[in-house]
């Protein structure tokens, strides 16, 4: 199973964006508990959403999870300049498998 | 306050062998199922294994089946990850990583993780 993000997306600051995470094997389900990472140089990730759409201990509510289709989606409204970051979405297939998407590099001009 | 400290990383030669450890500590090691996550350079994250709890179950990523061995040593607090058979794909940083906690939800979520250790593998 291949789960698929924007290599890389663009956002005006104060705009709108959202990144995607698409699963290879079909539609996405909130059984899958998607859970969305930011992952600053050096740093290992930080939670920002998981299971589709709580919002982790700390983040702004200007991030929001979302099924949207058949994907899992994170948006940022209200961008800052401190969002530019790498997100990454990821996914509990079973209870013994998990899958990450490759990442959305985020770029805020 | 809640720590995982990765070590044993370095180079390797293809074909060789490299054990990873991860030290646990802020919580109680035998309550939680454990992972390794790893991060070739530049590159995205990539699942390596789980370990249950009590250490009777274990699951890999395809890549690694077959090769790598997760264990754990309860009485040190300590995640390992045996990695036989190394390739130049294998070439990454190996995070050790922890569910947000227990219970049929949190437990499939990584929420805490070590600051990782580097593995190269090259001749």
């Known amino acids: 199973t291949v789960v698929t993000q924007e290599p890389s997306l663009s956002v005006s600051p104060g705009g709108t964006v959202t990144l995607t995470c698409a699963l290879s094997s079909g539609s996405v389900s909130t059984a899958y508990y998607p859970t969305w990472y930011r992952q600053t140089p050096g740093q290992p990730p930080r939670t920002l959403i998981f299971?589709?759409?709580s919002r982790s201990s700390g983040v702004p509510d200007r991030f929001s999870g979302s099924i949207l289709g058949d994907k899992a989606a994170l948006t940022i409204t209200g961008a800052q300049a401190d969002d530019e970051s790498d997100y990454y979405c990821?996914?509990?297939?079973?209870?013994?498998?998990?899958?990450f998407g490759g990442g959305t590099k985020l770029t805020v001009l | 306050q809640l720590h995982l400290v990765e070590s044993g990383g370095g180079v390797v030669q293809p074909g060789g062998s490299l054990r990873l450890s991860c030290a646990a500590s802020?919580?109680?090691?035998?309550?939680?199922?454990m992972h390794w996550v790893r991060q070739a350079p530049g590159e995205g994250l990539e699942w390596v294994a789980v370990?249950?709890?009590?250490?009777?179950?274990?699951n890999y990523a395809d890549s690694v089946k077959g090769r790598f061995v997760i264990s754990r040593d309860q009485s040190k607090d300590t995640l390992y990850l045996q990695m036989n058979s190394l390739r130049v794909d294998d070439t990454a940083l190996y995070y050790c990583a922890r569910p947000k906690d227990n219970g049929y939800e949190y437990i499939r979520i990584i929420e805490y993780w070590g600051r990782g250790t580097l593995v190269t593998v090259s001749s």
């Open positions: 802020g919580f109680t090691f035998s309550s939680h199922d």
């Open positions: 299971s589709t759409n």
């Open positions: 370990i249950s709890y009590d250490g009777n179950n274990r």
């Open positions: 990821a996914m509990s297939l079973t209870s013994d498998i998990w899958v």
